[in-house]
């Protein structure tokens, strides 16, 4: 980094923080990103994330926070800063977590009231989150376009409702409905993009499609770009394929621990529900003791006895 691209990135920062200070949110979210560009900095991606917590945009904040922590594990404005986002998409549990490395770092008055206010909230079963989602591949510099999608993410269903559903997934699909063929591994994110479009409905292809994939290749492919959709669709994909016979668990176990190591994966897991936890847990019973026991530790799941 050039002692020139330095000046400029702090110049930038500087004039982010007199925006903010001037209630210019979305003025000093546009500086602070310029800043990022020519320089990453934890100190820069939290102020942002300040800037985005005061527009509103709780997802930009904790992929901020995340991305802050990352880079200084010991940075406790992002700890806070993330919780109160956190708090905002009715992700309790996780933010109480926060809070608390929050307080193990540095005494903090408003993160002490805020644990307070959530301590026993658990979290929201229905949440409306306002996700970017990728036009084409992000890659250097290019251009890339962005639309705005409303999404829900679904919690734990009844045990009645949860039987149901099972029997309802274990029903022949009628003849006449076509299943799509299992496409060739993708070579760019943007393939891969359309090709989870095409097996969204049909959980057993898409994990049969993602064990083709080299998994040498998942930072390259994935690395920031894992959303929680897909993450979900593996995991009860697996649960089907483990559950029939028709995979080695070796294999899954593998694909698992290789797909903790892309960035955005810390972020990506805090979506998981209890229902996708238990497919997790039901997958990691079929594995190695020590595999299940890493792979749960990974995945923030609690081993039940």
Sequence with gaps: MSSESDESALKLKEQGNVAYKEKRFNKAVELYTKSLVEKRDATVLCNRAQASLQLKNWMSTVMDCTAAIEMQNDNSKAFYRRACALRELGIFEQARKDLIRCGQIEANAAADKLL?????????????????ERGEEL???????????????????????????????????????????IPAPPTSFTQFALHFNSLAEYPALFAQYFLSIDMSKYKTLFDDLLEEAHLKLLVTGFAGLIYQGQVKPASVARCLLLLATVSRFDLTILFLNEQDKDNLRRICASFAPQDKSLILQTYGIEEQT
């Design 116 to 132: 307070l206010e959530i301590k026993d909230k658990k979290n929201a079963k229905v949440m409306d989150i306002s996700r970017v």
């Design 139 to 181: 890659t250097g510099e290019e251009q890339t376009e962005w639309k705005k999608v409303d999404i829900e993410v679904i919690g734990q269903p009844s045990a009645a409702k949860a039987e149901e559903q099972a029997e309802e997934k274990q029903e022949p699909a009628p003849e006449s409905e076509k299943r799509p063929s």
